[in-house]
């Protein structure tokens, strides 16, 4: 089992940036795939960036390409997504989890709301 808590989301104006940190504890983390993925307000989940066990491999979504960078430190079992240029949009809860996720660890997630 692996238990992940979010942290760094806020209140931020659009233009502005935000650095979201995942730690991670339980299971080894550097094995998995990791994720981020975010709920917007009546709408699903969706993947918003992925990156490989060992960080060579990033994925962004279409949506966040260019103004988002995922990544991870194996050594403090972290993983991280840099937000710059935030958009209204983007507003949302934010969570991480493995990549493809799974259904037991997902944590609280932590709260982007970027205001216009």
């Known amino acids: 089992q692996v238990q992940l808590v979010e942290s760094g989301g806020g209140l931020v104006q659009a233009g502005g940036s935000l650095r979201l940190s995942c730690a991670a504890s339980?299971?080894?983390?550097?094995?998995?795939?990791m994720g981020w993925f975010r709920q917007a307000p009546g709408k699903e989940r969706e993947a918003v960036a992925a990156?490989?066990?060992?960080?060579?491999?990033?994925y962004y979504a279409d949506s966040v390409k260019g103004r988002f960078t995922i990544s991870r430190d194996n050594a403090k079992n972290t993983v991280y997504l840099e937000m710059n240029s935030l958009q209204p949009e983007d507003t949302a809860v934010y969570y991480c989890n493995t990549n493809p996720p799974r259904e037991g660890f997902w944590g609280q997630g932590t709260q982007v709301t970027v205001s216009s």
């Open positions: 339980g299971r080894t983390f550097s094995n998995y795939p």
């Open positions: 990156i490989s066990w060992s960080g060579s491999s990033t």
